[in-house]
């Protein structure tokens, strides 16, 4: 009867010292960099629960996930950690928890990350010494499974094979190769609905180097360029994602480009930039596109013309019905007048509401700059604002 009562006891503490090697975060402690379980002097070692993706050490992983949406053309995952963080941070709950292995109070082994409440892994990488290290997989935050990214770590930094898979998770969209966290090795690119390689690019620690060609999907060559000590010669041709509008028709020498180039593209209802290049600096006409306060689209509002780098002759803005709202004059980047404000002031005063609003404009690009992109809540605040004065 005494050796059953014995053997009844050790094994109740080993049951017991089982339980203790899983520790949920809610009753863990950090103190110096170091989780405890509340209440113990000893650091913890075992498998640490529900800790919240947005209190583990993740930020290499962020160029991974924006790869995702760049090169894989899904922005799912890389929103669901956005909202993860935002969520983490205003206390609104934790969409994404981990289980980690730790060891002497360090993060050191496995990690699973799981949409809350779900069985659905969306993260399976590891950590050494607080470090992730080793193989990384991420899924779609959907649930269904696909596959999202591959990619090796080695004391934090990107070292081996990276893959980025399509949103569906059948195409690899973006394979590379890196080397304690620099690009090394061929990079190529595909289109993730047809699979075709639509850009190559050769990388030396973390530069480029040699050959880097661009493809449309029809296999129509658009770049060919060629890098020698960071700067490129050949030709470059980029359009958006319908193919219908060139961001850029550039010629390129010595790291020097000459053409039209696009800037601050962002969709076909948002404001962008329309430059001309001569040997890397402006030179020709310059447009302005703003987005409508309405959110309808998107209308010319400033036209002008540099020359060799400076402004030179009339700058007209323009309002979104496509009349003149004023115009200014530049000698070799000097302003010499503003016609517009002295016409309006004498037929609407000086108080008349386009004209305040103008005022506005001009004075925030003043403080941001010329290329300064205005949002259409901004434009209506300042308009109801410059109405509430007249």
Request: aromatic share 8%.
């Amino acid at each position: 009867m005494q050796r059953f009562t014995n053997a009844t006891m050790l094994a109740s503490l080993l049951l017991l010292a089982g339980c203790g090697d899983t520790l949920d975060f809610r009753n863990a402690e950090v103190s110096n960099g170091a989780i405890y379980a509340a209440g113990s002097n000893t650091p913890f070692s075992g498998n640490l629960t529900n800790i919240p993706y947005a209190r583990l050490p993740v930020a290499p992983l962020g160029r991974v996930i924006k790869m995702t949406a760049t090169a894989g053309g899904d922005q799912a995952l890389s929103e669901a950690v956005l909202g993860n963080a935002v969520a983490a941070m205003l206390g609104s709950g934790n969409p994404f928890v981990c289980d980690v292995k730790v060891s002497d109070g360090a993060l050191d082994g496995a990690a699973k990350c799981k949409i809350n409440g779900s069985k659905s892994v969306v993260f399976d990488l590891a950590f050494k010494q607080n470090q992730i290290d080793g193989d990384v997989v991420m899924f779609h935050p959907d649930g269904k499974g696909a596959k999202r990214a591959e990619a090796t770590f080695v004391d934090g930094k990107l070292h081996g094979a990276l893959k980025i898979y399509s949103a569906d998770g059948k195409i690899v969209v973006n394979s590379a190769n890196f080397e304690h966290g620099l690009g090394e090795g061929t990079e190529e690119i595909r289109h993730p609905r047809s699979g075709s390689l639509i850009r190559q690019v050769n990388w030396s620690g973390g530069k480029q180097i040699g050959k880097e060609k661009s493809w449309s999907e029809d296999g129509t060559l658009l770049t060919d360029l060629e890098w020698n000590d960071g700067k490129q010669n050949g030709i470059q041709k980029q359009y958006d994602d319908t193919g219908k509008l060139m961001l850029a028709d550039l010629t390129w020498k010595n790291g020097k480009a000459t053409g039209m180039q696009v800037t601050g593209y962002h969709g076909p209802k948002s404001g962008y930039h329309v430059y001309h290049l001569k040997d890397g600096i402006n030179h020709g006409e310059h447009r302005a596109y703003l987005e409508k306060r309405d959110a309808s689209g998107i209308y010319l509002d400033k036209l002008e013309t540099f020359v060799d780098g400076k402004v030179d002759g009339t700058v007209t803005y323009y309002k979104e019905d496509g009349s003149v709202s004023s115009t200014e004059t530049y000698a070799h980047g000097n302003w010499v007048s503003n016609q517009g404000e002295q016409r309006q002031a004498a037929e609407s005063g000086a108080n008349d509401a386009p004209a305040c609003l103008d005022k506005k404009i001009a004075a925030y690009r003043g403080e941001f700059g010329e290329d300064a992109m205005i949002k259409a809540d901004v434009l209506s605040e300042w308009e109801a604002d410059c109405k509430a004065k007249q």
